[in-house]
């Protein structure tokens, strides 16, 4: 994907310009003013100041979190009392509700129907199966697959999030070649190689052992909290590329103009 340059609107960690600063006044303020705004100068070479919320964000937000966790316990405790089209039918009635209210508070229908696709097709191939398990079984293997790619880019020395990072940014930053930038992204590569592993090791254990509700449990568990602490990491190796890379770039060329 190739750009002249960042945008906020492109960049999800980028955060927007400050547009209430008054005009620079005089003669001189005509050529400022012509390059002040010029893309990929300034544009989203700022990362947002709480990683935290940066993550949360990443991860849908509240309501993105509750899309992912609460139909599979629902699932995994209707299943316990009920047959399984019942529960997997409950399951995706929770995910729709979930999806409307999102929809109802604005979320674009993309961000909405994301939780309820994941929830249709567990319970589809649970159906297909006839297997509570196989309704876990999807994000099992799809742990691995991700997991194993990422270890792949680690191996390569191209770590996963610093391949995603430039390409958020244009493609053109020879980021490999900046030795904190590279330490960061091998960091946050390698939690994202171990949160996978624990998941697909755990989550295959319980999955071989036919306990569904433990496996429900650990989805949950090892879902969004875990997540979530290795959505910080990869925030900060983006955060940490952005300020070592990008600023110092549009400066050059903000002096130059």
């Keep these: 994907m190739a750009l002249s340059g960042p945008t906020a609107a492109e960049d999800p960690f980028a955060s927007p310009e400050r547009t209430d600063a008054a005009p620079p006044a005089g003669p001189a303020a005509a050529d400022r003013g012509g390059t002040r705004d010029r893309p990929g100068e300034r544009a989203g070479t700022e990362e947002p100041a709480d990683a935290k919320q940066a993550a949360l964000d990443a991860m849908g937000g509240p ?112 980021w490999r070649k900046d030795g904190p930038a590279l330490l960061a992204h091998d960091t946050a590569t390698l939690a994202v190689t171990l949160m996978c592993a624990a998941r697909f090791g755990v989550q295959e254990w319980l999955y071989r052992a036919d306990a569904t509700s433990a496996l429900a449990l650990a989805d949950t568990l090892m879902g969004f909290p875990l997540t979530g602490l290795v959505a910080v990491v990869v925030v900060w190796a983006f955060r940490h590329s952005t300020k070592r890379l990008l600023r110092p770039a549009a400066a050059a060329a903000s002096r130059r103009s």
């Excluded at 990072?165 to 053109?172: D, I, K, Y």
Aim: hydrophobic share 60%; net charge positive.
């Design 63 to 174: 309501w993105g979190i509750m899309a992912s966790a609460v139909p599979t316990v629902v699932f995994a405790t209707a299943v316990a009392v009920a047959s399984l089209p019942v529960s997997i039918g409950i399951a995706v009635a929770v995910a729709l509700g979930i999806a409307v209210v999102q929809l109802r508070r604005g979320a674009t229908l993309g961000s909405a129907s994301g939780g309820l696709i994941g929830v249709v097709t567990a319970g589809g191939v649970s159906a297909l199966t006839g297997s509570a398990n196989d309704f876990f079984l999807i994000g099992i293997w799809a742990a691995l697959a991700i997991g194993a790619a990422a270890l792949a880019s680690l191996l390569l020395r191209r770590p996963l999030t610093g391949v995603i990072w430039n390409a958020v940014h244009g493609g053109t930053h020879a």
